[in-house]
């Protein structure tokens, strides 16, 4: 079983920068590929990024977000970042984080990951 908690959302302003974290509970977190989800209002949930289980340590990113965002984890603090600069109006949605154990095909999909959090909430605007 793991527990995910998201953190570090808010409002910035269009071109600014935030920096989401994951908290996750295990002893095994580095045995799971971790992604990045959002919802926009009225919207499905969206695949933003994702990081493999530690064996690979690959990192995927959807097309609107590459070169703007960073994932990264660090195994010894069970937390996954999700580095967000020149941030637009359309990044505006909830953050999720989610988990699933070594790496599944469709990283890309939400029905591949077992385990979500709570989101956060990222507004930007000026």
């Known amino acids: 079983q793991v527990q995910l908690v998201e953190s570090g959302g808010g409002l910035v302003q269009p071109g600014g920068s935030l920096r989401l974290s994951c908290a996750a509970s295990g002893r095994t977190f580095s045995s799971y590929t971790v992604g990045w989800f959002h919802q926009a209002p009225g919207k499905e949930r969206e695949f933003v990024a994702a990081i493999t289980w530690s064996g690979g340590s690959s990192t995927f990113y959807a097309d609107s977000v590459k070169g703007r965002f960073a994932i990264s984890r660090d195994n010894v603090k069970n937390t996954v970042y999700l580095q967000m600069s020149r941030l637009k109006p359309e990044d505006t949605a909830v953050y999720y984080c989610?988990?699933?154990?070594?790496?599944?095909?469709?990283?890309?999909?939400?029905?591949?990951?077992?385990?979500w959090g709570q989101g956060t909430s990222v507004t930007v605007s000026s």
């Open positions: 989610a988990a699933v154990y070594r790496s599944p095909s469709l990283y890309y999909t939400p029905s591949a990951y077992d385990y």
